[in-house]
């Protein structure tokens, strides 16, 4: 067996870096790389984001708080849980919070980080934080920024697990959160 190589030695070395473009939700640029082994790849594509954050919210009457809302990639009405962008001095606890109240209107709880995910490390630099808000409660109105058109809705346990099972959540950033929810917390559901 081949012995197993350090981190340091698979690293590929950044030779060139260029902005293709830089508009607010869209950062591209074309890396110039050379792998490990000599291979030169002339146009390596990455693509720049901010950190995000998604929250599998649970009331004080143990049912889960859900979105749904239109997604022009793909063309669908897709189901979702509360998710957003970390802005310029928060935390990504901070903006989960802060996403949750404006989506939902849900405030307060009991917070803990589910897990940190990439959502796709070949080509995207960012990672997004997921977390778990037990215990939250409807305190006041949501509140949109100009581009989101947003519905929430609450469902039990159960039916959010059937949904999961059904391929409901299209979005895997919040499969896998709520994969792990199910698995952890909610031993009793789980098949």
């Not at 293709?20 to 720049?48: F, M, S």
């Amino acid at each position: 067996m081949k012995k197993q190589r350090t981190d340091e030695e698979m690293m590929w070395k950044k030779l060139s870096s260029e902005y293709i473009i830089q508009r607010p939700w869209l950062t591209a640029r074309c890396d110039k790389v050379e792998l490990p082994n000599g291979t030169v790849h002339d146009e390596y594509y990455v693509l720049e984001y901010p950190t995000w954050i998604n929250v599998v919210a649970e009331t004080e009457e143990g049912m889960l708080v859900l979105e749904r809302q239109y997604r022009h990639g793909l063309q669908i009405v897709s189901t979702e849980t509360c998710a957003g962008c970390v802005e310029e001095g928060e935390t990504p606890l901070e903006a989960a919070k802060r996403e949750l109240e404006e989506e939902t209107g849900y405030t307060g709880g009991t917070w803990e980080e589910l897990m940190v995910v990439s959502p796709n490390p070949s080509i995207m630099n960012n990672l997004c934080y997921c977390f778990l808000a037990r215990g939250v409660r409807l305190t006041s109105p949501t509140h949109f920024d100009k581009t989101e058109d947003i519905e929430s809705f609450l469902r039990t346990k159960q039916q959010t697990y059937e949904m999961l099972l059904q391929g409901e959540f299209k979005q895997a950033m919040m499969a896998a959160p709520l994969w792990k929810y199910f698995t952890l917390y909610c031993k009793d559901i789980v098949r």
